[in-house]
């Protein structure tokens, strides 16, 4: 299962936060957080603090199922994307008494993580097997009272 984070108007152009998207895209969160550690650029501490919300969230949501909390160290970043967020539009001075208009952007980033496929696939086994088994011994057990009951009622007859 995915799991989604946002991080919204965070005070940067999205220009210079795909750049730092870019280079996650694709990625293992555990690779992509080495990554973005030494990452000079001022977007690089943002999309690192959102990757670390996103796989708690994953974490989370998976929180009841023990297989797919054992794969968290396969974790790939499914989806990265950066859109343009509100922009505040001041004034600058300019010669001869005009005004040029400055645009401070800032951007919405998302990012969505899950399980590769085949990892996905191997936990999703693991589980349909460990539940057949509970539903197995459950049965079994339904059955070994049902049939105590069959026999004590056939004895019964047996005896009148």
Do not use: Y
């Not at 108007?9 to 969160?29: C, D």
Request: glycine share 4%.
């Amino acid at each position: 299962m995915e799991a989604v984070a946002k991080l919204r108007n965070v005070r940067i152009s999205p220009r210079k936060m795909r750049l730092v998207a870019g280079l996650v895209r694709g990625r293992e969160v555990s690779t992509a957080l080495e990554l973005l550690k030494h990452e000079p650029k001022k977007g690089a501490a943002f999309v690192e603090k959102l990757l670390l919300s996103a796989a708690a969230n994953w974490e989370n949501k998976n929180a009841d199922d023990e297989d797919l909390l054992e794969e968290i160290a396969n974790l790939k970043i499914k989806e990265i994307f950066v859109d343009a967020g509100k922009m505040l539009k001041r004034i600058q001075p300019a010669p001869q008494g005009r005004a040029h208009r400055v645009r401070k952007r800032s951007c919405h980033v998302t990012v969505v993580v899950d399980l590769p496929k085949d990892a996905q696939s191997e936990a999703m086994t693991a589980m349909a097997e460990r539940i057949a088994g509970e539903v197995a011994a459950q049965a079994e057990l339904l059955v070994g009272d049902d049939a105590d009951e069959k026999l004590s009622d056939e004895s019964k007859k047996a005896d009148e």
